[in-house]
């Protein structure tokens, strides 16, 4: 997951432009394209924005290990709770997100996720309608989140505070 915090792309744009995946854009808002034999040319000239750039690059790969961890060895509502916690951190408390959507995102079936959200709004912690999430209470979620959003921000502050 990309936010206000970070970039997609920079390394191979650096390298030889070969890029692998595609990117999906959830949530509306700005965003900026850089054409990639201006980026390059721009790392060139300035070092410190191509450490910034191999240091996102490097945290992205942090964030994909976690997830796959993630994936392996923890539950469907822990991992949801986690998922809403970084999309609160990146958009805020209202979220347009349908379950078919969360559902690929925690990598389960559209029936997990509806019987997590029914949880987590029985318990009060969101509200959902309509294909949106709405945050009541990020602290609980917090507490029923695994530790992998935590670990990953631990990720990003000792990339980025090196
Ligand atoms: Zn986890």
């Known amino acids: 997951m990309?936010?206000?915090d970070g970039q997609y792309g920079a390394g191979?744009?650096?390298?030889?432009?070969?890029?692998l995946n595609h990117v999906v854009m959830l949530v509306a808002g700005s965003a900026s394209v850089?054409?990639?034999d201006r980026l390059r040319d721009l790392t060139q000239q300035n070092p410190k924005l191509r450490k910034m750039l191999m240091h996102y690059e490097q945290f992205?790969?942090?964030q994909v290990q976690q997830t796959c961890a993630c994936n392996a060895v923890h539950d469907v509502y822990s991992r949801t709770c986690k998922w809403l916690l970084r999309m609160q951190q990146?958009?805020?408390?209202?979220?347009p997100l349908t379950q078919e959507f969360l559902a690929q995102m925690i990598g389960v079936?559209?029936?997990s996720v509806t019987a997590v959200a029914g949880k987590l709004q029985d318990a009060g912690l969101i509200s959902y309608s309509r294909g949106r999430v709405h945050i009541l209470d990020i602290a609980k979620i917090q507490q029923r989140?695994?530790?992998c959003d935590a670990a990953v921000n631990s990720h990003y502050a000792r990339i980025f505070d090196s």
């Open 2 to 4: 990309i936010g206000k």
């Open 12 to 19: 191979p744009a650096m390298d030889h432009k070969i890029s």
């Open 34 to 36: 850089v054409d990639a």
């Open 60 to 62: 992205f790969l942090a």
């Open 90 to 95: 990146l958009v805020g408390d209202d979220m």
């Open 109 to 111: 079936r559209r029936t």
């Open 145 to 147: 989140a695994c530790e």
